[in-house]
């Protein structure tokens, strides 16, 4: 679990910390990943050469009319068009009676992958690192290729990347479509790891805990969305050991990470090692 939300907060990392959009609607595409795979389930279609790749273009038909219509907003217009996009997805979900309304659509087994067995736990665990590990790999050389430094710098001035004649919202576009893409995966792996697509996926408070840990972590660093997930998710664990009133706890925790580390707990373990690093 806490693999497959590293992958959707990555995913949702390279959105807002290295295209400065903030997105509110990143879970609409974990979920209709995580719905793909299981229609695709119902009807037969069970391997995940087939599903996965599905869940992946469905997301990325998703991003690409969400995105042309969003992109043309900026700052809390942006914020409110993607929340207000997942929230009609949500509800569309939630009518959809075939696909199992407010209950979900449960999947009779988990996706075949070839020669491997998902069904065995520790079998999914590593598909699910290598996902992860391949997401992490691409967004850096993304990250130090011509797109990403140009998208970079749109982020930290776009009026003059459009007066040097980029086609700004081209950019932007890819870069959004790229990070549902990737959400999208980290649906499918989702529906499979509780053999269930849920409504609850899609709603907006999925996409606001997705939002805090690219925060937690570091929005712009590489493994912020990771660090972030692996944070949030394990501290959640660890509180509800001890005390149900976990969510305060976890409330103080967050604002000691905000006042400690602004940037994210990923630039200031990096700041820590580059201070140990000029002492030496």
């Known amino acids: 679990r806490v693999l497959i939300f590293a992958l959707a907060a990555t995913s949702l990392n390279f959105i807002v910390g290295f295209g400065g959009m903030v997105a509110f609607g990143h879970a609409a595409f974990c979920g209709v990943g995580a719905y793909?795979?299981?229609?695709?389930?119902?009807?037969?279609?069970?391997?995940?050469?087939?599903?996965?790749?599905?869940?992946?273009?469905?997301?990325?038909?998703?991003?690409?009319?969400?995105?042309?219509?969003?992109?043309?907003?900026?700052?809390?217009?942006?914020?409110?068009?993607?929340l207000a996009f997942a929230q009609m997805i949500y509800y569309l979900a939630i009518s959809m009676k075939l696909w199992g309304g407010d209950d979900g659509l449960p999947l009779a087994a988990r996706s075949s992958f070839g020669p491997l067995d998902?069904?065995?736990?520790?079998?999914?665990?590593?598909?699910?690192?290598?996902?992860?590990?391949?997401?992490?790999?691409?967004?850096?050389?993304?990250?130090?290729?011509?797109?990403?430094?140009?998208?970079?710098?749109?982020?930290?001035?776009?009026?003059?990347?459009e007066g040097l004649g980029y086609p700004v919202l081209g950019y932007k576009l890819l870069c959004f479509v790229i990070g549902a893409?990737?959400?999208?995966?980290?649906?499918?792996?989702?529906?499979?790891?509780?053999?269930?697509?849920?409504?609850n996926l899609l709603q907006w408070t999925q996409s606001g805990t997705l939002l805090v840990m690219v925060i937690v972590g570091g929005a712009g660093a590489l493994y912020g969305g990771a660090v972030g997930a692996a944070a949030l998710l394990l501290a959640e664990e660890a509180l509800a050991h001890y005390t149900t009133h976990w969510h305060a706890a976890l409330g103080l925790i967050l604002l000691l990470v905000v006042f400690r580390a602004p940037k994210g707990i990923a630039a200031w373990v990096?700041?820590?090692?580059?201070?140990?690093?000029?002492h030496e």
């Not at 990325?60 to 969003?70: D, E, P, Q």
């Not at 893409?181 to 790891?193: K, P």
């Not at 990096?270 to 000029?278: A, K």
């Open 36 to 82: 793909t795979v299981a229609v695709l389930m119902e009807a037969g279609i069970a391997s995940a050469a087939i599903a996965w790749p599905a869940a992946i273009a469905v997301a990325v038909l998703l991003a690409l009319g969400i995105g042309w219509v969003s992109l043309r907003t900026r700052g809390v217009y942006f914020i409110m068009i993607t």
């Open 181 to 199: 893409a990737m959400a999208g995966l980290a649906g499918a792996l989702i529906a499979n790891h509780g053999q269930l697509a849920s409504p």
């Open 118 to 161: 998902l069904r065995d736990d520790a079998t999914f665990y590593w598909v699910t690192l290598a996902c992860l590990g391949a997401a992490l790999y691409l967004l850096d050389r993304i990250a130090h290729a011509r797109f990403g430094r140009v998208l970079q710098a749109i982020r930290e001035n776009e009026s003059r990347m």
């Open 270 to 278: 990096h700041g820590l090692f580059s201070r140990g690093e000029r």
